[in-house]
Every structure is written in structure tokens, then in C-alpha cells.
């Protein structure tokens, strides 16, 4: 590896993927890099919805398509579906359906930005263009979150296997579920979360996670969106600073989306618990096995695998375990060890300790909500209000296990830039690292993909034509859906109008910076 004729080409390689880039030469590679990962990844979600001979009957497809007939006669006719010709959801288990489409959260709202593209393309199309756009706005978010916690490139790139092609969201997006879409706008929430943690955060940390959670439920993702609210209320009790900041980011995320809770609280009742991991084992099996749709559903009833599944691969867990878990352990010997170790810890790492740790508690809770009954104990009564409406809690160990992503990528990074290259490898284990663990993730995808699972619905009838726009009589409904609109539109427009007074002020004071680095992320493409 070292002769003569590679040395350069494994000196550069070390260089570019685990230290800083200094050179010029490194910072142009670098655009050619996340070029080419965003370029694979665009691929990826191609391949894996393939319109050629696909055609979205399978399982959740057919009713996810109709929402998407809908959402695009609404922008065609330029008309606000409150209400459609058919019933399309339960309002309780058992119960009829009701044609309330405003009130259905799950689905595409028309004010979501990309929904105008809907003008142009067919649901088919827009189905894949709006996964691919997402994961691209994702893409930025995983840069930005690489920035602020300052990743070298062999980070950013375990992130972005680990977190854009694991088996949760390959899995749900197989099935049907267009509206975890949301998912790939984790990384701005945590990213927001991060800022607010470090004590310095202004009204702008608190508008735009506010403005994260309003984008995550407009693409439809209730269930992610629960998932950040739950996230939030437990960050109250474990962070040291922002505990007002957090608060009210849940009061502007709230009013923000009123217009998508309110008229949904109006309509459906509950449709029941039904079940999170039953024990430890069904979770790391989750974890590690590579199993398909029709695995068998260990006496789950009608829930499928697809709500287990979050796969990784045994090399990946063996990364998050390594990697993750000894930075969390390591958080909390320094946090009880003595007093100062915090701050000395945050005087010995790029990234503050003290930001990672508080995080802790909010993950482990959740973790612990996705197990079993646990959830239910919880929270399902009247009171609770929405955070009832999660039936299926295997889903909430979303949030833990990207927080433990971020962690393990960051001790990554901490760990990769105190090794030196004339001391112990480092290239030739993380090619082989990334190489298994990319086949696994692709395997995965591979055996998930939309033309596998319709193979089990050749000769499924046509599902006739989708429901169309109506008018509608309801008018205590109406009312509802309408006041909501103007309440969450003149909050958004408060909440900007604040926004745009505090920044003025800090322009033109002359005893403040022009702008904050704890509050702006670095641009990680160029800076």
C-alpha cells in the first residue's frame, strides 16, 4: 500500500477523509465528494421506486395515491380540499370513514412548498421526485449538522449510510408510508436542538425549530412530528440552559401547525392501541437481521415487519455500539466524576460535551417508550390529546437511534483525528468498514424495493377512480378548518415579523456582532 507508486494516493485519501482541509486542493475534492454522495443517493431512491413496471398497489400505495389525486385537483383547481366525494379514513377503530381530507394529517398539505410541482407531474413522478427532493434537503442538513460539530469527511459519510438507507425508513417508504417523508428533516431538528442546548440560542434557534416541525407535518409525517414534540418536552426537564427557548419552540410549533392539528382533534377519536417491540430481543433483531416484507410477524397480528424493521447490519451495529455507546459512557463518567469535568471535557473536544449529554436522558426515555406497553401506560388517555395517536410505538425509537448516529459519527470524527497515520492505520479498515456495511444497507434496499413487494399484488382490480373535491354542508367543520388557517397564518406572520425586528436590531447595534457562529452553522460545501 505504501510503495512508491501509492503513497501519494494513500496520502491524499488519509488526508482528505480524516483530517481538516487545509489545502486548496482538498476543499475542491471535497465539493466532488458530496457530489458524488448526493448523486448515489438520488440513484438510490430512483432504482428503489422504478416506475417501470410499477404501478403502487401495494398495501398503503393505493390509499397514499388517492391522497395524492386529491392534493392535486386542490392545486389544479386551485381549491382547498376540506372535503371529498369518498371516505377515506376511520375515525375510530371500527368506525366509518369519514371525507374530512383536511383533517387526515398524514397526507401532502397544499401549502407544503413542493406540492405546486404537482401542477406538472403525475402522482407517479411526483411520488419519486418528492422522496428524492427531500432527501436532498436532507443532504444540506446532514452538512450543516457536519459543520457544527465539525466532521471530517469519513463522518460525513458514515452519517449519511447510516441515516439515509437504513431499513426504517427503505422499509416504511416500501409499504407505502409516502409520509415519513419528514424523516429526512431530522438532522435541522437536532441541529436547532444542538444550538439551543449550548446556551446562546436566540429567537431564531426558536423559530426555525418551530419552522423544522411545521415543514416535517405539511410533508404529512404526524407520526415524526409527535415523535420531536415528545423529543422537546423531555429536553425541558434534561437541558441546563434553553429550557425557555425549548418551551417555546413547542408553543410556536403548536400554533404553527393548529391548522393541521385542530380540525383532526374535531374528527377522529382514536383508533386504538396495538404494540411496540415486545422484548429486547425482537428490537436487536431489528437491528441486525436482514429479513423481507413477509418475514413472519411473531404473533403480532396484522402488523407487518416493516414495523420492526431498522436495519443496519451487523457491521454497522457493531460501529454504534463501539463507537456510540462508549461516547455515551464516556459522557457520563465526565459528568459525575468531579465538578470541572465537563468543562474540562468541552476545553478538550471541538464539540461541547455539555451539548451531547443533555441530550441523554430525552433519547433513553423514548427508547424506553418504544418497548412493549410502555407508551400506553403513558400516554393513552383523552388528556393527552395527540400524543394518543401513536398505535404502533416500535416507530418512536426513530428519535434515539438518530441521536445515537450523530454521537457515534462524532466520537468517530474525535476518534479518527487523534490517530496518526504514521502511528496505526487508518484508510485500509474504513474502506472495508464502509465497503460491508454499504452492502448490507444496499441489500436491504435491494430486497425492499416497490417491485418485489407488487410481485404479491399481480392481478390486484384497479382501485377505480380517485375521490374528487366537494362542498360540504359541515359547517361547525368548515369553521374549524378555516379559523385554524388564519390563526396559524397570523402566528407565522407574528413569529416572522419578530424575527425580522430582532434581526435588525442586532444589524444596527453597534455594541452587538453582526452575526452569531453559535447560532449560524458553517457552510460545510464551501466554506
Known sequence: MKNFLFRPIYSFFEKFLFEECISEKLRKSRFCFLLGLWLIGILHWGAFFSTSGTHFKAFDWVKEFKYYSIVKQSINEYR?????????????????????FWAIPETLSVFSPQAVFLKFFSEKAFIIFNTMLLFSVGFY????????????HASVLMFYLLFNFNGYITSHFAVGHSMWSGYFLLPYFFLELFFIASGKAT???VFSLAFVNLMILLQGSLHIFVFC??????CLFSFRFGKWQVFSAIIYSVLFSLFRLLPAAKTFEGLGFLTGYPDIFAMLKSLVLLLPWNAPREGLGYIGHWELDYFFGIFAFSFLLIFGLQKIFKLIYMEFRSESSVIAAEKASEISSEILFVHLVPALILLVLSYDRMYFYCFFSPWMGFAGVERITTRIIVMPVTFL????VTHFSEKMKAIKSVVQERLLPF????????????????IWRMKILERAFTGVPDPGPPPVI????????????????????TTFLFALMKLYVISRNEKYATHKPKTSETNSPKNYLFE
Open 80 to 100: 382547498i380540499p376540506f372535503n371529498v366525494s369518498e371516505g377515506l379514513r376511520e375515525t375510530k377503530a371500527g368506525g366509518e370513514l369519514t371525507n374530512r
Open 229 to 234: 414534540m415528545l423529543y422537546m418536552g423531555v
Open 203 to 205: 429567537f431564531t434557534s
Open 470 to 489: 366537494i362542498f360540504s354542508d359541515d359547517e361547525f367543520y368548515l369553521n374549524i378548518c378555516i379559523v385554524s388557517i388564519i390563526f396559524s397564518a
Open 141 to 152: 442538513g446532514m452538512l450543516s449538522l457536519a459543520a457544527y460539530l465539525n466532521w471530517t
Open 431 to 446: 474502506i472495508i468498514a464502509v465497503s460491508l456495511i454499504t452492502i448490507d444497507l444496499f441489500v436491504h434496499s435491494y
Open 405 to 408: 448516529i450523530i454521537t457515534a
